[in-house]
């Protein structure tokens, strides 16, 4: 008897302790812990935004849009950046991350300037922007002409000063001319490829014409007694005491006679 009645006894602490212990846990489990993470994304102008030389009428164009992007609008205007949305002349607006620019023309002296805006869905354009010019860029175009100017004036320089080395930048000139249009990309030029190759054989032949004209004047002078191919006047054929005693006879004589 006495024995059940310990086990009841402990029966009820148990019973006691579960009841104390009871409104902590409901507690807990009634008050979680939350945690929240709120991320907001502002929008901006384009990132990255670059400009690629591909030829004197196209530039190709590429940049990063922001998460809350929807669309990328890109004008450019020639001497001056774009003041507004309104000013120059629209390259693109759409939801790309790059586009070309098939209206240029590098051929002129005047920089292009481009600048880039972005929009979100709700169709607000912000006031930030993205630029980029083409300043860095060499027209080929003129990089052509400039090369056969200098063709030129090396083969006219070399006419009148006759000296080796530069008959050899003409000619080494004019090859590099050659070979451009034979192996280069010259769709820049707008050149027929019957012209075009017609042009460059005219440019290989040039090449042997600075030296064959040295060649030539140097002959020529081998032929006249001469030993040297510089440039300028003969040099002064200096008299020993003798032979100007010789002369001055010679005109006081001829004075006598008279």
């Known amino acids: 008897m006495a024995h059940y009645i310990r086990r009841l006894r402990w029966l009820g602490l148990l019973l006691i302790l579960g ?8 507690t807990q489990a009634a008050n979680p812990t939350v945690t929240i993470t709120v991320q907001a994304w502002v929008l901006t102008s384009p990132s990255g935004f670059t400009l690629e030389y591909v030829s004197d009428n196209e ?7 922001s998460p809350v992007t929807n669309m990328t609008m890109v004008r450019a205007a020639y001497g001056h950046p774009p003041e507004d949305m309104e000013d ?3 390259v693109y607006r759409g939801t790309g991350t790059s586009c070309t620019d098939d209206a240029t023309d590098l051929a002129t002296p005047s920089i292009i300037y481009y600048r880039a805006w972005s929009n979100d869905v709700g169709g607000n354009w912000t006031t930030l922007f993205s630029s980029a010019d083409t300043g860095g860029f060499m027209s080929a175009s003129f990089l052509f002409v400039g090369l056969i100017l200098i063709a030129g004036f090396l ?3 070399a006419s009148k000063r006759p000296e080796i080395l530069i008959a050899l930048a003409a000619g080494l000139t004019w090859l590099a001319l050659g070979f451009w249009l034979l192996l280069g990309d ?3 030029l707008q050149l027929a490829d019957v012209w075009t190759q017609l042009l460059a054989w005219v440019f290989v032949v040039m090449t042997f014409v600075p030296v064959l004209t040295q060649m030539n004047v140097a002959i020529r002078q081998e ?7 510089a440039f300028g006047k003969e040099p002064k054929h200096e008299s020993s005491e003798y032979e100007d005693y010789r002369e001055k006879l010679f005109i006081h004589t001829r004075k006598g006679r008279k």
């Not at 009841?19 to 409901?26: E, I």
């Not at 530039?59 to 849009?65: M, R």
Request: overall charge negative; proline content about 3%; glycine content about 10%.
């Open 155 to 157: 083969t006219w320089f």
């Open 186 to 188: 010259v769709t820049n």
């Open 59 to 65: 530039i190709l164009i590429e940049w990063e849009a």
């Open 223 to 229: 032929g006249k007694g001469h030993s040297w191919t």
């Open 88 to 90: 120059g002349y629209e």
């Open 19 to 26: 009841l104390l212990l009871l409104p902590t846990v409901l």
